[in-house]
């Protein structure tokens, strides 16, 4: 597929298509989702108990995003993403105490403690973070799908950033050299309207940000991120593109944050009246009208696995609570690799 599609020709219509997932895949998306959701409500409780620290910014509204991408890859595929990034290592598979340990900043969370809310990473799970730097994870990305193409590997790196972060001159560059070496990555935009309190409207004369790889060649597409079904089609129709050898692919993926951009953010750039009208599109309950439309689950198990979600959230609390933190001379590693020098130093 070498053809360019706009967002504006593009954008999957107002319903969505549930022809093609069975009940598997939706009770999956909700199990995800709820889990997602949940551990970021808590995580929000606790911020505001000061049981940690740092800037935190929570996922609530866009879980769709995750829970679609999840049932597109495959194992081996890589991810990477920017700082709001609690619900990217759930969905991955990266078990809720020890990423609820890392915000603690203790000795078992995901990076030892020493990332915090903004720097997770899952080695084992392909998750390369996790970055603070507004836009730093693009030319991350392509590298690191440039290594699995140098390698000849059949994997695709999904480079996932914010509204705000395609302002960045990064992008230009890593599309240039991206397009120009057919990387196997798949840049996705999730686009939440607000670059922290900056409307896209307002950032750039181009609104329609699945057009931004036109000059390259890059083909874009725009999707409804509100919905897994738009989702899962959209990536997984990307990655076919990619693994064909044909090159990277954009996603313009539009969703909204219920929350503001940071837990200290007083969000007056929006009106209650907006967010409330994006919370009728909720994800979570657009899947959960599915299932119960279907009959393929009842209201009680559904509210049996948001009970079991909950206490899984509570137990990872407790976990992390009390886990050690780390001893002061743990500050010294980690920061360089040693080298293994084939003679002895002084």
Same mark, same amino acid.
């Given at each position: 597929?070498?053809? *360019?599609?706009?967002?504006?020709? &593009?954008?999957?219509?107002?319903?969505?298509?549930?022809?093609?997932?069975?009940?598997?895949?939706?009770?999956?998306?909700?199990?995800? #989702?709820?889990?997602?959701?949940?551990?970021?409500? $808590?995580?929000?409780?606790?911020?505001? #108990?000061?049981?940690?620290?740092?800037?935190?910014?929570?996922?609530?509204?866009?879980?769709?995003?995750?829970?679609?991408?999840?049932? &597109?890859?495959?194992?081996?595929?890589?991810?990477? +993403?920017?700082?709001?990034?609690?619900?990217?290592?759930?969905?991955?598979?990266?078990?809720?105490?020890?990423?609820?340990?890392?915000?603690?900043?203790?000795?078992?969370? +995901?990076?030892?403690? $020493?990332?915090?809310?903004?720097?997770?990473?899952?080695?084992?799970?392909?998750?390369?973070?996790?970055?603070?730097?507004?836009?730093?994870?693009?030319?991350?990305?392509?590298?690191?799908?440039?290594?699995? *193409?140098?390698?000849?590997?059949?994997?695709?790196?999904?480079?996932?950033?914010?509204?705000?972060?395609?302002?960045?001159?990064?992008?230009? @560059?890593?599309?240039? #050299?991206?397009?120009?070496? $057919?990387?196997?990555?798949?840049?996705?935009? %999730?686009?939440?309207?607000?670059? #922290?309190?900056?409307?896209?409207?307002?950032?750039?004369?181009?609104?329609?940000?699945?057009?931004?790889?036109?000059?390259?060649?890059?083909?874009?597409?725009?999707?409804?991120?509100?919905?897994? %079904?738009?989702?899962?089609?959209?990536?997984?129709?990307?990655?076919?593109?990619?693994?064909?050898?044909?090159?990277?692919?954009?996603?313009?993926?539009?969703?909204?944050?219920? $929350?503001?951009?940071?837990?200290?953010?007083?969000?007056?750039?929006?009106?209650?009246? @907006?967010?409330?009208?994006?919370?009728?599109?909720?994800?979570?309950?657009?899947?959960? &009208?599915?299932?119960?439309?279907?009959?393929?689950?009842?209201?009680?198990?559904?509210?049996?696995?948001?009970? &079991?979600?909950?206490?899984?959230?509570? @137990?990872?609390?407790?976990?992390?609570?009390?886990?050690?933190?780390?001893?002061?001379?743990?500050?010294?590693?980690?920061?360089?690799? %040693?080298?293994?020098?084939?003679?002895?130093?002084?």
């Amino acid at each position: 597929m070498t053809t *360019k599609t706009s967002s504006a020709k &593009a954008t999957p219509s107002s319903k969505a298509d549930t022809s093609g997932f069975g009940k598997e895949t939706y009770l999956r998306w909700f199990s995800e #989702m709820i889990l997602m959701r949940r551990f970021e409500e $808590k995580t929000g409780q606790l911020y505001t #108990m000061q049981k940690f620290g740092g800037f935190c910014h929570l996922y609530i509204g866009q879980e769709a995003i995750l829970a679609g991408m999840i049932t &597109a890859i495959r194992k081996g595929d890589k991810v990477i +993403t920017g700082y709001r990034d609690h619900a990217h290592p759930l969905v991955l598979g990266t078990p809720p105490k020890n990423v609820m340990a890392e915000l603690y900043g203790k000795t078992t969370g +995901t990076s030892k403690g $020493k990332g915090g809310s903004m720097h997770f990473f899952d080695k084992k799970r392909n998750l390369f973070g996790g970055h603070g730097i507004v836009g730093g994870q693009i030319g991350l990305g392509a590298g690191i799908a440039f290594a699995d *193409k140098y390698r000849g590997e059949d994997h695709v790196t999904l480079c996932m950033m914010g509204d705000g972060a395609v302002r960045q001159g990064i992008l230009h @560059e890593t599309f240039n #050299m991206a397009m120009t070496w $057919k990387l196997p990555v798949i840049f996705i935009i %999730e686009n939440n309207n607000y670059a #922290m309190g900056t409307s896209v409207l307002r950032t750039s004369n181009v609104h329609d940000l699945s057009t931004l790889g036109e000059s390259y060649d890059m083909p874009g597409l725009g999707v409804n991120g509100m919905r897994c %079904e738009d989702v899962h089609n959209a990536i997984a129709m990307a990655c076919e593109h990619v693994r064909a050898g044909n090159g990277p692919y954009l996603l313009d993926i539009k969703t909204y944050r219920y $929350k503001g951009h940071s837990m200290s953010d007083p969000q007056k750039y929006r009106t209650k009246e @907006e967010v409330e009208g994006y919370k009728k599109q909720d994800p979570i309950e657009g899947v959960r &009208a599915t299932l119960l439309e279907k009959k393929w689950a009842t209201e009680a198990e559904l509210d049996a696995m948001d009970a &079991a979600v909950r206490k899984q959230v509570e @137990e990872a609390v407790t976990f992390a609570e009390q886990s050690p933190s780390p001893a002061d001379e743990e500050l010294y590693n980690d920061v360089y690799r %040693e080298p293994d020098y084939p003679y002895e130093r002084d």
